[in-house]
Structure formats: structure tokens, C-alpha cells
């Protein structure tokens, strides 16, 4: 399977600490994307990093790829109550494939 | 408001029975995605459509159909031979370039679908 698959599978922090997700894949990519979904809802769009990046960033987010180990993180700086949510990792390879996800709670 | 919109939020399926799950989207993408999530899983693949007039099986394509009538509708029917429907389905769009490009997906809010 091509399947991104993210660790830890849950995640418990305290507001205020950072929030640090891995997801790891098998084959080669042309970029790989995170997602955030709340309880019941859709996912939503985090950000995208290009194979032939190492890292970006956006806003409280920080997302690192390292195609030689074929992996790549999520860090999430100052986290919130409103930061709860699973996050999912997802890679193409001809088609889209999702990892089972990181679900994270943010305790206030 | 520029989303996609799907319908209903919850549906309940007898036995031996097709239900329709529909998918409508006002943000002009040409790609259009239909996706399975069991509890505490991934999204996996149902069908995708890149074009109007034109889809193509995903991983779990067996037991469902779609269409793709017009660029804005998507929708999906379960089928009585879909043993096991009971999960979540969501349905999402992407932009230029289109299926598995490198855009983002857009996501509806899911249909929650469980058997009587």
C-alpha cells in the first residue's frame, strides 16, 4: 500500500504546548498534503509541500518532508481547545491516498 | 457561498434497498471525488470523475454507482449489493489541473449512512 500513515494515532496535550505529528509513506510522491477534520465534519485543507521542498510553514503550522526517509511532520506551535480535531496526512501517487489519521485533543 | 453541499446530513437504508447520496458544488472544479471513512479510519476511494460525462472506479468501487451528469453534481448511489454500508461518506472536489493534480480537495460536510 501506497497509504501515508500517521503516529502517534492520538495525541492528548495541554493548551499552550505544541503538537508535533508524523506521517510516514512508501513509495515516491509528487507532494504531499495535511488535513484537519473536526468530529463529524469534513476535512479541511492545511497546507501542501511539494516533493522538492523541506519545509514551509503557515500561520501556527509547521510541516517538514524528507523524501529520503519518506516521511514527513506537523507541528502545530501554541496549540488551542480549537485545535482538537484529527489530522490526516495525505500523499498522491497516481491517486490520492489518505493515512488513518492523528487524532488530537487539546485539553484547556 | 462558494462549498459544496452535500445531502441528506443522515439516511437510513432498509434492506435490499438503493439509497442516493447527493453532491453539488458551486466552486467550478472539474474533478469531483467520492470518499468511504469507517470510524477511527482513513478516507478510502470510492469514484472519481475528472470530466463531465466521465468517471473512473476507485479502490472500493464494488456495490456503488455514480454519474456525472453536469459539472456540478456528483451523486452516489449505494446499491443493495453493498453488504456493508454502514460508514460515513464524503464527497470532495478539486480544482485546475484536477484529480490528484496538485491542488487541494475541497470537502462537503458527509452524509452519515446507516442500515435499518
Known amino acids: 500500500s501506497q497509504q501515508g500513515e500517521e503516529d502517534p494515532q492520538a495525541l492528548s496535550i495541554q493548551e499552550g504546548e505544541n503538537a508535533t505529528m508524523n506521517c510516514s509513506y512508501k513509495?515516491?510522491?509528487?507532494?504531499l498534503q495535511w488535513y484537519r477534520q473536526n468530529s463529524g465534519r469534513g476535512l479541511v485543507h492545511l497546507i501542501l509541500i511539494r516533493s522538492n521542498e523541506r519545509e514551509k510553514h503557515s500561520g501556527r503550522l509547521r510541516v517538514t518532508l524528507d523524501t529520503s526517509k519518506k516521511s514527513s511532520s506537523l507541528l502545530i506551535t501554541a496549540s488551542r481547545a480549537a485545535d482538537t480535531a484529527s489530522y490526516f496526512c495525505?500523499?498522491?501517487?497516481?491517486?490520492?491516498?489518505f493515512g488513518s489519521g492523528t487524532k488530537l485533543n487539546v485539553k484547556p | 457561498d462558494g462549498g459544496i453541499t452535500q445531502s441528506p446530513k443522515y439516511l437510513f437504508r432498509k434492506e435490499g434497498q438503493n439509497v442516493t447520496l447527493s453532491c453539488e458544488q458551486n466552486l467550478n472544479h472539474d474533478a469531483m471525488y467520492w470518499y468511504r471513512q469507517d470510524p477511527g479510519q482513513g478516507l478510502r476511494l470510492i469514484y472519481y470523475?475528472?470530466?463531465?460525462?466521465?468517471?473512473q472506479k476507485g479502490d472500493i468501487a464494488e456495490g456503488y454507482s455514480v454519474s456525472r451528469e453536469k459539472k456540478e453534481s456528483f451523486p452516489l448511489t449505494v446499491t443493495s449489493a453493498q453488504k456493508n454500508p454502514t460508514a460515513f461518506y464524503l464527497c470532495a472536489t478539486s480544482g485546475q489541473g484536477g484529480h490528484f493534480s496538485n491542488q487541494p480537495q475541497h470537502f462537503g460536510d458527509g452524509t452519515r449512512l446507516s442500515i435499518l
Open positions: 495525505a500523499t498522491d501517487f497516481n491517486k490520492f491516498y
Open positions: 470523475s475528472q470530466i463531465v460525462n466521465d468517471f
Open positions: 513509495t515516491s510522491i509528487n507532494n
